[in-house]
């Protein structure tokens, strides 16, 4: 399955490097496949949690504009030596959480559910083979044993509620789902692999692919069952947020016959699954989120201006693009994973340039009014 090979996800979506680490005020535009219509928001500032050499961002998380958590790792190109690296941000600084109580420490982190800032879940590998799941808090990160998990299981995305987790992947080629609660539960799904997953109350969505088009899974009456999706023939799907009951966006990418990649979105009405209408363009999405009252943002990347961060906003009823500024020489820009709280918008990622990558943090906002 050509985007259900784990590391390959990891490290494919991984593809960008270095940039000015000194904020800088972006500008909006747009490529020939999205209208031209300015969005309330731009890109305000481009930084780095300063992770150090050869590393990437791979999701976020907040609860306020004061706590906000990033996973990824560092010297990913050393498979030995990578180190999985756990982050906050308290509004003015990034600061590194440890991970405790396991010897072996954890290789590269995946995903980060914060429920409070007391309760942050991480998932990612283990340097010991065997899958990571992290539960903490500031003063750090500890192993959490889930004896249903083994080596050879392949954990990708962790979703958290008070009292209970879900944590979803792959499993020998079948879409793999654990959750946590009393005790702990396996639910194994049909062939395929689930990257991304979100909860909202009694609420479950699961999100990937089967090799050929999407694959979604439904949390209903204690088991994760597939639903029905339009046709989408090479489609895939990377995550999903939760708005209500009768509202839920997924999004991913659709392979073509040409090697080109088209955005996909998938919106739930509370009934079933509707397929956006969105211009041609070759760029595919990594991450969603919303801000509860109808407003959505999704990250990626746009290999027809590959240097620019890329950003999808939906507001009035159109999903539009935010942009950042291009940056010089050959280098490429990932957004994998945004967040919305009480007034920020974060996107994290990577940036690769000259074979080397740099961990990115976009913010967006307002557009400030210029100095008299």
């Not at 080109?260 to 969105?278: F, V, Y």
């Amino acid at each position: 399955m050509r985007c259900a090979v784990p590391l390959c996800v990891f490290i494919a979506g991984l593809t960008a490097g270095q940039f000015p680490l000194a904020p800088s005020l972006a500008h909006v535009s747009t490529a020939s496949a999205w209208s031209a219509t300015v969005p309330e928001e731009v890109v305000r500032q481009a930084s780095s949690a300063r992770l150090g050499q050869d590393a990437a961002l791979a999701d976020v998380s907040g609860v306020s504009d004061t706590a906000v958590w990033a996973v990824g790792q560092i010297g990913l190109w050393d498979v030995w030596r990578n180190r999985g690296i756990v982050t906050r941000w308290n509004g003015a600084t990034w600061t590194e959480v440890p991970t405790r109580g396991d010897a072996t420490g954890a290789g590269p982190l995946r995903s980060v559910s914060a429920v409070s800032d007391n309760e942050v879940w991480v998932v990612g590998d283990g340097h010991d083979g065997v899958p990571y799941v992290g539960r903490g808090g500031g003063g750090g990160i500890d192993r959490v044993v889930v004896p249903q998990v083994r080596a050879g299981d392949w954990l990708r995305s962790v979703a958290a509620e008070p009292g209970r987790a879900a944590i979803v992947g792959s499993r020998g080629g079948r879409a793999l789902i654990v959750t946590s609660g009393s005790s702990w539960k396996v639910h194994e799904g049909p062939d395929g692999v689930l990257h991304g997953v979100d909860l909202r109350g009694k609420d479950g969505w699961a999100v990937g692919n089967n090799g050929d088009e999407p694959l979604v899974m439904r949390l209903s009456g204690g088991s994760w069952k597939p639903v029905d999706l339009p046709d989408v023939k090479g489609g895939y799907l990377r995550d999903v947020h939760i708005t209500s009951a009768k509202r839920a966006v997924a999004v991913g990418g659709v392979f073509t016959a040409d090697g080109t990649t088209l955005p996909l979105i998938l919106r739930w009405d509370g009934r079933k699954w509707l397929r956006e209408a969105l211009p041609d363009g070759d760029a595919e999405l990594y991450g969603v989120t919303g801000d509860g009252h109808g407003g959505y943002w999704a990250s990626g990347y746009d290999a027809e201006r590959p240097s620019e961060a890329f950003l999808l906003r939906y507001t009035d009823k159109k999903w539009k693009p935010l942009r950042g500024e291009a940056g010089g020489g050959d280098r490429s820009v990932r957004l994998q994973s945004v967040v919305r709280t009480d007034g920020l918008t974060m996107a994290v990622g990577h940036v690769l340039a000259d074979d080397h990558y740099t961990d990115l943090v976009e913010t967006f906002g307002p557009a400030e009014a210029p100095v008299r």
